[in-house]
């Protein structure tokens, strides 16, 4: 058996991984705010384990606790953490930002990535298995992009906190591998809010209007496969941060 968690599991990309793993001698634990019935009829369609959670991220204290009180309950196995979710403030000039949304941002997308990978890694330590965390970046991460500061800076820090986790986990026998990944552009609910954006506040957003124009967007069940196949490499973990479309 293979364990497989997905955050941010309800739609888009964490949805169509969490979907595509569903598969015979998985086990997977979908977490999100809501996750629908459906995903459990497709587990059980395809003799697949599936965990589902209605868990809010913004409490990342909360869901990281949850998380390794459940795993010191389960069997040792090769495991992997799929930390995807992300929340999206509003595109607007970081001084004209509602603050609520900004918390929200910081606390889903770095806050909650940084404490699961904590619990992951502190309750998995003595199973003696191959262990992954697989952080879904962003390029915007890498690049700043005026209006998008809360989402920027969240990529960027999974981006650094992966490097370092891979230093402490290589420092270990057996430690885990750590892969902050950027999945390339995807046609999901963010890409349809970016490109909605008032311009005044968000002038970036007519080259949003132009990938979706020019077919540039991948499907998330497209970008997922992608995803997978990337986190089963042999060479997982080699370089800590990377691009989907580059590898």
Not at 81 to 92: C, K
Not at 202 to 231: H, I, N, Y
Request: aromatic share 4%; glycine share 8%; with cysteine.
């Amino acid at each position: 058996m293979k364990l497989y968690i997905v955050t941010g599991a309800s739609r888009g990309l964490g949805r169509a991984v969490a979907e595509q793993l569903l598969q015979p001698g998985h086990h997977v634990l979908a977490i999100a705010r809501r996750i629908e019935p459906d995903l459990d009829t497709l587990a059980r369609a395809r003799s697949a384990q599936l965990t589902s959670w209605s868990q809010d991220l913004a409490d990342a204290p909360a869901a990281a606790n949850r998380l390794a009180d459940w795993l010191a309950q389960q069997p040792p196995a090769d495991a992997a953490l799929i930390n995807n979710a992300a929340a999206l403030s509003t595109p607007a000039p970081l001084g004209d930002s509602d603050l609520g949304e900004l918390s929200v941002a910081a606390r889903v997308g770095l806050e909650a990535p940084l404490l699961l990978t904590a619990a992951f890694l502190r309750a998995t330590q003595a199973w003696g298995s191959d262990r992954r965390v697989l952080n879904i970046s962003s390029g915007l991460g890498r690049r700043a992009m005026a209006g998008s500061a809360s989402y920027c800076a969240v990529k960027a820090g999974m981006d650094h906190f992966s490097r370092a986790v891979a230093l402490e986990e290589a420092a270990r026998p057996g430690g885990a591998r750590i892969v902050s990944l950027a999945p390339g552009i995807i046609d999901t609910d963010m890409q349809v809010q970016l490109r909605g954006a008032d311009r005044s506040r968000f002038p970036d957003g007519a080259q949003f209007e132009a990938f979706k124009a020019e077919g540039r967007l991948d499907s998330p069940d497209t970008a997922a496969a992608k995803v997978l196949r990337f986190l089963a490499r042999a060479d997982f973990g080699q370089e800590p941060v990377s691009d989907v479309r580059q590898a």
